[in-house]
Structure formats: structure tokens, C-alpha cells
């Protein structure tokens, strides 16, 4: 079966940095999103990785490798604004995307 | 704001009632979905419109009736719902393409309750 796991939440301190991990097995790689959602709002999109390596995006930068199945979401100098659930989403042979439950992000001042 | 709107933001219904669900996408897109956000859970992809043909239904209950009359709008309509439909029942637009995966831009959601 295919199978997208991410921590179901953490909790991080305004300011700090904060790493949110995503593992997947699943039938086939054509890249993976990051997202974000606020409690109450629409899914929004943070980042895509398709070849190995880390793409930075301002405070936010993803990596990924393709050989262990792992990527990773980095959110640097945290904000009040960036508490939120994150969502990791591979899209598969059949350019279906595959969804994991998401991390929520706790961050304390 | 993503370009997709949903209407109604809340429902509650009974297990008997009829209601629909609304999306619109200002977008240009030419692919609509369906999905079912519960708590703690993936999102579980229910339908697909592409073109405003069906090309995915994802092994929903007849209770669920997606209508597509244009590119632009979507319609879920529902019927003698059971307490466990209740959830977020998010609405995604994209322009799909055969070269490469595609971001889908998501409208707010309609929390759905089923009493």
C-alpha cells in the first residue's frame, strides 16, 4: 500500500527553528508538496521538490531525497503566524497525489 | 484568497435532509475536486472533474452526487448522510497537465455536521 508519514504534531519556540519530517512508500515518484493550513482555512501551497536537494523559499526550505524516501520542511525564525498544520503530499505514478494526516505546529512564545 | 470560493461555510443537517454544496473557481483551471478533510486523518480525494468529465470517484457512497455543469463550478450534492460524513469537505482546482504534477489551489471548506 502507500503510506505518507509525518509526526502528528510539535511544538516549537518563537524565533527558533524547527525541522517537520515526511517519509513515504508509495508506487512511483513524480514529486512532493508542502502545504499549509491554518485552523478554519483552505490548504495553501508552500513548496515542491521533484530532484534531490534542499530549495529555499525565504524563511521556509524543503528538502528531499528520492533514495530514502524522505523530505523534510525547515521553518526558520518561527513566528506567532506560523502556527499551523503542515501537509506532506507525494504524487505517484499515476500523478495521483497521496496526503499525510499532517503535523500541527504548536509555537509558544 | 486562492481563487476558490465555497458556499456554504457551515451546515448542519439531519440524517434525512438534501443539501448541496457549492464551489467556484476564478482560476481558469481545467481539473475540480472533491475532498473529505476529518480530524487527524489524510485528505481522502473523493471525486475528480477534468474537463467536466468524472475521471476518479474514489469508491464513494451513493449518498455523495458530484455535478460539474462547467469548468468553473462544483456541486456535492448530499443525501441521507450518516453522523460519521460529518467533517471539512474541501473543494481543490488545478490546471492539470500530462508533462507535470500540478499544484491544486483549495477553497476554505464547508464544515459539515450531520446531527
Known amino acids: 500500500g502507500q503510506n505518507i508519514d509525518q509526526p502528528t504534531e510539535m511544538t516549537a519556540t518563537e524565533g527558533a527553528i524547527v525541522q517537520i519530517n515526511c517519509t513515504y512508500q508509495t508506487s512511483g515518484f513524480n514529486g512532493l508538496f508542502w502545504y499549509q493550513q491554518h485552523a478554519g482555512e483552505a490548504p495553501t501551497f508552500l513548496s515542491y521538490?521533484?530532484l534531490d536537494g534542499l530549495e529555499e523559499k525565504g524563511r521556509f526550505s524543503s528538502f528531499l531525497s528520492r533514495s530514502k524516501g524522505y523530505s523534510y520542511l525547515l521553518l526558520k525564525e518561527l513566528q506567532m503566524k506560523d502556527s499551523a498544520s503542515y501537509l506532506c503530499a507525494v504524487v505517484d505514478s499515476n500523478y495521483q497525489l497521496i496526503w499525510g494526516a499532517g503535523t500541527k505546529l504548536i509555537i509558544k512564545p | 484568497e486562492t481563487g476558490v470560493t465555497q458556499t456554504p461555510r457551515h451546515l448542519v443537517m439531519g440524517m434525512t435532509n438534501k443539501k448541496s454544496l457549492k464551489c467556484e473557481q476564478h482560476?481558469?483551471?481545467?481539473?475540480m475536486y472533491w475532498y473529505k478533510q476529518s480530524a487527524k486523518k489524510p485528505l481522502e480525494l473523493m471525486f475528480v472533474?477534468?474537463?467536466?468529465?468524472?475521471?476518479e470517484n474514489n469508491s464513494v457512497p451513493s449518498r455523495f452526487s458530484p455535478e460539474c455543469p462547467n469548468s468553473s463550478h462544483l456541486f456535492l450534492h448530499l443525501h441521507t448522510l450518516q453522523p460519521e460524513d460529518s467533517a471539512l469537505y474541501l473543494c481543490?482546482?488545478?490546471?492539470?497537465?500530462?508533462?507535470?504534477?500540478?499544484?491544486?489551489?483549495f477553497g476554505p471548506g464547508t464544515r459539515l455536521t450531520v446531527t
Open positions: 521538490n521533484v
Open positions: 481543490a482546482s488545478s490546471q492539470e497537465s500530462t508533462s507535470a504534477p500540478y499544484e491544486q489551489y
Open positions: 482560476l481558469g483551471h481545467n481539473a
Open positions: 472533474y477534468n474537463f467536466k468529465e468524472q475521471t
